[in-house]
């Protein structure tokens, strides 16, 4: 990985190749972080670990090799870069994984986070595995939604497609955030044909009887898998949409969450539907979001690999932030217009979700 030099000068990775970016201390300080393609970045995602208690078959090969522990940022430096982040302007951080809930006191980190002043939002996103015990410190933290992710509601199913997972587990951890008062506690379920596409109409029943809102995402092509072919698992959004409106009306809204979410509400109902479909219904035009590796690599698209190295940047200054934000400035300008995801060929992508932070 990249290093420091005393210069001020750090090595920033892009397509595989070395790009460098500079930064002198009298650069300009912006109030905010926008692209070459004028789209302002006020949403942050930190992956406190690339490990799971789950194995997720799209997420995941069975044999991943998950990054040795030293290499990992310090809750401090994640706590660090999110507030140089807040200080900059970025106004949401959901703080996802791997599983958050299965790094060592991590929710001393949301405890930090969530004094920021300027932080609007701060959110997690989980396998809800472990949200019984920690559902009511995370509340006091400052969490303020919470996003948990099911793929089926059968525990046969579960397991197949987690590996290992245990149904009632994650339904236990629904529960428990649905009881302790957040904001919003939102269902995210991944669909693949085969799997679980037959159970669209029933996972929106369940939202329904919960008045929550339910999310149903299309596979992205990230890292190699072992257990199915991706473009055969395609399910897309408009064909869980029409299997939806076999059972309800469905009208789609204006509502944005800020995010690449398309909602539509069912009429009397709270719950809303939504849908994430980067085959279908590209959203890179609206992205409003950068995200933090575990291992301190700032990635500027889901699906591209320009990235800047602030595991360096936070090492090689640790007490001066101005150039940390600097840094996180400039590292804006790497920020592609979009991810080129193709179902039809091999990943051209090779880290998986889990290090993603999806
Ligand atoms: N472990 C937590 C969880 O499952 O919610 C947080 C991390 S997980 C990587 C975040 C979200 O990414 C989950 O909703 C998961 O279903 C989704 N996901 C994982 N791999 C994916 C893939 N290849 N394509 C689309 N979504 C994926
Ligand atoms: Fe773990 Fe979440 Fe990936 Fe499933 S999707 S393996 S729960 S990180």
Redesign the pocket.
Known sequence: MASPTEHGIILASLMGTETLITWSRSMPRQSSLTDRFGRTVDYVRI?VTDR?D?R?V???AEDVKFVPRPQLLTLEEMARIGRAFVDLGVRKIRV?????LTRRNVVHLFRELGQLEGLRDLT?????TQLHRYARELREAGVTRV???I?SLHAERFRAITRNGELHRTLRGIDAALETGFRKVKL???ILKNRNHDEVAELVAFAVARQMDISF???????V?DEHD?AEAYYSSDRILADLRRHHELIPTTESTGGPSRYYRIPGLKTRVGF?S?HSHNFCDQCNRVRLTAEGRLLLCLGQEHSTDLRAVVRAEPTDDAALREIIVESMKLKPKGHDFDLYTRPIIFR???T???
């Not at 996802?96 to 958050?100: I, M």
């Not at 997690?124 to 809800?128: A, E, P, V």
């Open positions: 992956s799971c789950l997720c799209y997420c995941m996802t994984g791997g599983e958050p997690i996103t989980t396998n809800g996003n948990i992710s793929d995210n379920a991944v995402i299309e596979e992205m092509p990230l890292g898998i991706r994430i980067p998986h979700m889990n993603t932070g999806g």
